[in-house]
């Protein structure tokens, strides 16, 4: 996003930078504090201090969790179209991946749980999910989950359940699920991956955590690291932290301005033919299908008209494309009217 961090997160950062000193740091105790208060409080889950792995990013914990399973998976499942990282991390290790595309009800896209019931797979094979969903927006429902839970069991398979969007959630009254609440027999079998990076704009100082209940798995996560991830940097851990502390506000305020960017976009993208929006109902992502404007390359088209998109070539999706409204009114208006102007004349 182009926002500023809360305020608060912004006070700590100064007084850090004037305490002058920056060794290497343990994660703070109110920093665990306030994860498990925030599980409970936001979304009804109970976790444990001990549950908690620290990561200095969430990609790598993505590249982690395949890791882990690169002896016992024979392949690793994942949603399309989806954030890259997801379609290149399983590669890392070796593994196959296997792409479910997604299916589209009403604009929305869901999961395709007859596609998962036909899928050919083994027991201990690896399902990453993104929830929500990176780059369409979608908010996975309790029954969604549920669905998804008793398959993902039955199969006997292990789910790598990535919600670093879970804070970013448009609609009012939508309360963010984690994967790994919809029962003991699920949560055995995942990996949940969390952070205040996204919901804060703090990425840059790395702190994300993964919360595993089980702790075998979870040792094996740490095994995964051990020697090559390091803890995350003291500023991140300071950061997060006063984030999470402080920025409830700030973060109530962000949504109300990213729905409204969101609307706002939805507006303005209406009047390009040939162009399907779908409204994310999480994240500050527009998916948008061009596959019928009558260009060659939307990318380059609208890159050429001023206009950098992230090309759905890369998500798995090539000719679709995604805006990001992390950014002001003005300059999002600035670039749908240069969006509208150059598909004009088409
Ligand atoms: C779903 C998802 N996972 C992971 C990341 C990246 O996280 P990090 O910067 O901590 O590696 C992103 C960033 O856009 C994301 O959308």
């Given at each position: 996003m182009d926002f500023k961090s809360p305020p608060g997160v912004i006070e700590r950062a100064a007084e850090e930078a004037d305490f002058g000193n920056f060794g290497y740091a343990k994660c703070p105790a109110g920093l665990v504090d306030v994860i498990i208060e925030r599980c409970k409080d936001l979304y009804g889950w109970e976790i444990d201090s001990s549950w908690i792995v620290w990561l200095p990013g969430m990609v790598c914990a993505l590249n982690v969790s395949c890791r882990v399973f690169e002896?016992?998976?024979s392949q690793v499942f994942t949603q399309t179209p989806v954030y890259p990282p997801f379609l290149s991390a399983p590669g890392n290790f070796d593994l196959p991946c296997t792409r479910i595309p997604m299916v589209l009800d009403q604009g929305r896209f869901g999961i395709d749980f007859d596609a998962l019931e036909a899928l050919p797979s083994n027991p201990s094979d690896l399902f990453m999910l993104c929830h929500p969903h990176n780059p369409v927006g979608s908010a996975f429902t309790k029954e969604e989950l549920a669905k998804f839970a008793e398959w993902a069991c039955r199969k006997d398979l292990y789910v790598c359940s990535?919600?670093?969007?879970?804070?970013?959630?448009?609609?009012?009254g939508l309360r963010h699920t984690p994967l790994?609440?919809?029962g003991s027999e699920v949560a055995e079998r995942s990996i949940t991956l969390m952070a205040p990076s996204k919901t804060f704009n703090l990425p840059g100082f790395g702190c994300s955590y993964a919360i595993i209940s089980n702790g075998k798995l979870r040792s094996r996560f740490k095994k995964a690291m051990a020697g090559i991830v390091p803890d995350p940097p003291a500023m991140g851990f300071a950061l997060a932290e006063s984030a999470y502390r402080t920025g409830e506000t700030w973060r109530v305020e962000l949504i109300d301005y990213l729905r409204g960017n969101r609307d706002f976009a939805l507006d303005e993208l209406?009047?390009?033919?040939g162009l399907a929006p779908y409204p994310p109902q999480a994240t500050y992502l527009l998916w948008m299908d061009?596959?019928?404007?009558?260009?060659?390359?939307p990318h380059g088209f609208f890159e050429n008209a001023g206009v950098g998109l992230s090309d759905g070539k890369d998500f798995g999706a090539p000719g679709v494309l995604r805006l990001n409204l992390g950014c002001s009114r003005q300059l999002l208006g600035e670039a749908l009217e240069r969006m509208v102007s150059a598909c004009k004349d088409l």
């Open positions: 002896k016992e998976s990535d919600e670093i969007h879970c804070d970013l959630l448009l609609e009012p790994a609440l919809l209406s009047k390009i033919n061009a596959r019928s404007l009558p260009v060659e390359n």
